[in-house]
């Protein structure tokens, strides 16, 4: 089936079911921002492909709802579906539950999976239709019915995440989380967001591609914690490690009986915009219920000594595979036809000789030429470009080690540049040196230091339609809250907290430039006025000078430039032979 015909089989299934209008959002049952095949409904019946978005079909229109990321990708990929498309971001659009309350009728139906729906969606969707008095049907997998070859849940195996990486044991962890439930006057604690369940338990797995988690559940107790995964995913030496400290595991689905059995005197914390609709109707109604966020997550959020220390050898060890990518598509791009998809699997090579590697973050953004002006591009055999030496190529990527997890993003210049690709490429540095050169007092958040990176950027009337910066897990997943440097986000940045620096210049038709460095907040000096704070740099790869416009840097500027690459000279030159650190050395020489 085509896409028109997919949609045309759902609004029969919706028709028989009493329907007026079906949701597929992105999700998992887990609320991850990216999932395995089996919850791939939204880009099933779409062919959208992104990262977000949800799809909201009714009886005679369909539209998909996506951010500022994607609005390019999904122009083209929705042509001729008949599903168009709403720009979540840009002013005067309404959110899909808004636009279902206008226009059904009274009285109408909208059906949706409860399993890949959030409490606090469902709640705001209530708010948004009550004066229309919609129904909503909330256990309704019309996608299954439909979706003849759905993949199955993953079933691979779990892990150990070994305390010599992850700075903590499980047991340290449950205690702290115990702590904070004290605190909170809970005495059941629901984690159903994947990468929190593997910070706690110190396990991993590979369920998700590019995120080493695996499908389940976990309720800790004041005195117990319950692991609900399938069995046949736990080896036999893992569940005896994980039983020797107190932890029971159960099955995947008895997890909704087992909250329907709480006593009526227990008092359970569940995240709102992490636990599905199911799973939070299924608790004892007469239990308490208590939304708060993740504990887990602000805990993991400030990373530990030994976190951090692995993760700096780590970034050498990322470093000196993009160094040598980089080296390689210099000298051979005029040489030998390289694709952006030879030059993506190259970078894999490359990572693949360095120790600890387990494979990409993310999928890797290769974009060449107006190919880059897609934020999150993905290259195919049928589009792709061949690269040549002229223009900028923008490759986004990061790889997963035991001991640690990397993002970055280099704009490389293969030849000949326009002035203006010279003066965005230019923007988009001094808005990165902006960012990582602050020195802030403790209290700052994301949001009052976004306009730093993009100050340079709107002085020419330019802007990037997506935040400056996101938390990176620690073998974990490439974005990680509850921090993240966008005008949306008022979380306090911790010392210890790894944050992404990556404003960018985005041209439909033309470019696309980013440059992308992780960062550890760390304490600077503390005077009368209070404890100032400021980042340090823990991404170490030189950023192009052929693409600078040295007229346009400020002399502080050159000097962060300057102080920066003799850093990642010093870091990275032992670990190369004498032909990289002669090369190496031109690419961070004094500008």
């Given amino acids: ?34 999932v395995a095949e089996h919850w791939k409904g939204r880009e099933w019946i779409s062919g959208f492909t992104g990262s977000a978005g949800t799809v909201v079909i009714t009886l005679k229109d369909a539209g998909l709802w996506t951010d500022g990321r994607y609005y390019i990708q999904a122009e083209k990929q929705l042509e001729n579906s008949g599903i168009r498309l709403f720009r979540m971001a840009d002013p005067g659009v309404p959110f899909y539950s808004e636009w279902l309350a206008d226009v059904l009728k009274e009285g109408s139906t909208i059906g949706f999976d409860g399993n890949v729906f959030s409490t606090s969606l469902v709640k705001r969707m209530e708010q948004d239709i009550q004066a229309k008095s919609i129904l909503l049907k909330m256990n309704q997998d019309l996608i299954n019915d439909l979706w003849e070859d759905r993949p199955e849940i993953p079933k691979g195996p779990i892990f150990t995440h070994e305390v010599k990486y992850a700075g903590k044991s499980r047991v340290e962890k449950l205690n702290e989380v115990r702590e904070e439930m004290k605190n909170k006057g809970a005495n059941f604690y629901i984690v159903t967001s994947l990468d929190d369940i593997a910070w706690l338990l110190n396990i991993r797995g590979a369920d998700v591609p590019n995120n080493p988690v695996a499908i389940a559940n976990v309720i800790v107790a004041e005195h117990q914690c319950y692991l609900f995964i399938d069995s046949c995913k736990v ?56 939304e708060s966020s993740d504990i887990t997550t ?26 040598k990518f980089i080296k390689w598509l210099k000298d051979s791009v005029d040489k030998e036809e390289i694709t952006e998809i030879t030059a993506e699997e190259r970078l894999e090579d490359f990572r693949r000789e360095q120790e600890g590697f387990v494979g990409p973050s993310f999928d890797t953004i290769a974009g060449y030429k107006e190919h880059a002006a897609m934020m999150h591009y993905k290259a ?110 008022h979380v306090i940045l911790e010392k210890g907290m790894i944050i992404t620096n ?57 000097q962060w430039l300057n102080s920066y690459h003799q850093e990642v000279y010093r870091k990275l030159a032992p670990y190369l032979n004498e032909e990289e650190r002669v090369w190496l050395r031109e690419e961070t020489r004094e500008i």
């Fill in 1 to 34: 089936m085509n896409i028109r015909d997919r949609v045309e089989k759902l609004r029969q299934l919706m028709k028989e079911n009493q329907m007026d209008a079906y949701i597929i959002p992105s999700f998992d049952a887990h609320q991850s921002e990216y």
């Fill in 235 to 290: 080896p036999s030496a893992v569940k005896l490690e994980l039983e020797t400290e107190g932890i029971q595991l159960k099955a995947y689905d008895e997890i909704q009986t087992f909250l329907e059995k709480l006593a009526d005197e227990a008092a359970v914390i569940y995240d709102p915009n992490k636990t599905n609709i199911r799973l939070y109707n299924a608790i004892n109604s007469n239990a308490t219920k208590m």
């Fill in 298 to 323: 602000d805990l993991k959020a400030i990373k530990n000594e030994v976190e951090i220390k692995n993760l700096k050898w780590c970034e050498i060890k990322d470093g000196l595979a993009v160094v």
């Fill in 380 to 489: 195919n055999k049928e589009t792709q470009f061949t690269l040549k030496n002229e223009g900028l190529f923008l490759i986004d990527s990061g790889g997963q080690y035991y001991d640690g997890t990397t993002d970055i993003t280099r704009t490389i210049v293969l030849g000949q540049l326009t002035d203006e690709q010279k003066r965005d490429y230019t923007l988009v540095l001094k808005g990165f040196i902006a960012l990582s050169a602050v020195k802030y007092l403790y209290g700052t958040t994301g949001s009052n230091l976004d306009v730093l990176a993009r100050q340079p950027i709107w002085q020419h009337g330019l802007d990037y339609k997506c935040g400056t910066g996101h938390g990176v897990g620690f073998f974990l997943n490439v974005h990680e809250g509850p921090q993240s440097i966008r005008n949306s986000n």
């Fill in 502 to 558: 990556e404003p960018g210049i985005y041209l439909e038709g033309k470019h696309g430039i980013r440059i992308e460095n992780m960062m550890v907040v760390v304490e600077d000096e503390k005077t009368e006025f209070g404890q100032f704070m400021r980042f340090e740099e823990i991404t170490y790869c030189p950023i192009d000078l052929a693409g600078i416009n040295k007229d346009m840097l400020t002399e502080n500027e050159k």
